[in-house]
């Protein structure tokens, strides 16, 4: 079986997104886009919201092609690039970029997939994600907290039917005061 993995940066009072769907905020930093590489590196499918595939595709297809793109950018593009996906839109008529559209039930895909043999997969996105967690299929968080309050937009954790119990098992700090937690869900 599979692990589902669901991480993204996040600020200190919990949103992905300022409102507006400003993304903005974050201020990302050479210490902490080598970490996303090497946990993207890590993945064998990704699993997108139509939000946050349209965020990614609108960049990463030509990311190592721009002229200031580091050498950790060039293999993140070329990474993105050649990782499969699964991009969950009904709104959407077409994807490209190793990627499928599915506009069928997503909870019922992505149980299907996590019982596939394979590697890990990521969710991303917070409709996805959230439905995901609502159907406990979240196997492991990575929140990537940092110094900054939002006071509303798109929030990282989904309204949940019961708890969810999760054990620590990392925890990281990055330049600009910004922490990651990683934690796994208690079976």
């Not at 490209?96 to 890990?120: M, S």
């Amino acid at each position: 079986m599979r692990k589902l993995r669901y991480g993204m940066n996040v600020s200190l009072d919990g949103y992905i997104a300022a409102p507006g769907d400003d993304i903005g905020w974050s201020e990302p930093n050479d210490e902490l886009f080598q970490w996303w590489l090497d946990e993207e590196k890590a993945i064998e499918q990704f699993l997108y919201g139509r939000k946050l595939w349209q965020n990614m595709s609108s960049y990463w297809p030509t990311g190592d092609q721009q002229p200031d793109a580091t050498p950790a950018q060039i293999e993140f593009a070329r990474n993105w690039r050649d990782t499969p996906k699964v991009v969950f839109s009904s709104t959407i008529d077409t994807v490209d970029w190793n990627a499928r559209l599915f506009d069928g039930d997503a909870v019922a895909e992505i149980t299907r997939l996590k019982a596939e043999d394979g590697g890990p997969m990521r969710v991303g996105g917070a409709a996805i994600a959230g439905a995901a967690m609502r159907a406990g299929l979240i196997d492991e968080y990575a929140v990537v907290t940092h110094p900054i309050l939002l006071g509303g937009g798109r929030p990282f954790f989904a309204a949940l039917d019961g708890w969810v119990k999760l054990n620590l098992v990392e925890t990281r700090t990055f330049p600009g005061g910004v922490v990651m937690n990683r934690y796994e869900t208690r079976r």
